[in-house]
Nanobody
Framework: QVQLVESGGGLVQAGGSLRLSCAAS????????MGWFRQGLGKERELVAT???????NYANSVKARFTISRDNAKNTVYLQMDSLKPEDTGVYFC??????????WGRGTQVTVSS
């Protein structure tokens, strides 16, 4: 079993920055992709960014050049550096881990609110 705990969310003004962290615990063997998703109020959950074990990254077009995903395997942690935040970035940000058996694990989420 894998447990994911997000942290770093909060309230920030437009143009500001936040750094989210997701600490994974449990059976880490075999995971091949971690990522961040977000869900705005009344909206569907959407992919923000993913990162593989070889550090290949993928970003939603809406966050390219503003967000940076990274990982520290020694700490079993994935990060999301968010710069130049916009009000439309507001939502609950969820960490996800996909293992080699294609099982998905989700964190409970951390709230990010960007004010105008």
């Amino acid at each position: 079993q894998v447990q994911l705990v997000e942290s770093g969310g909060g309230l920030v003004q437009a143009g500001g920055s936040l750094r989210l962290s997701c600490a994974a615990s449990g059976s880490m063997f075999g995971y091949n992709r971690m990522g961040w998703f977000r869900q705005g109020l009344g909206k569907e959950r959407e992919l923000v960014a993913t990162i593989t074990m070889d550090h290949t990254t993928n970003y939603a077009n809406s966050v390219k050049a503003r967000f940076t995903i990274s990982r520290d395997n020694a700490k079993n942690t994935v990060y999301l550096q968010m710069d130049s935040l916009k009000p439309e970035d507001t939502g609950v940000y969820f960490c996800r881990l996909q293992d080699t058996l294609e099982r998905y694990y989700w964190g409970r989420g951390t709230q990010v609110t960007v004010s105008s």
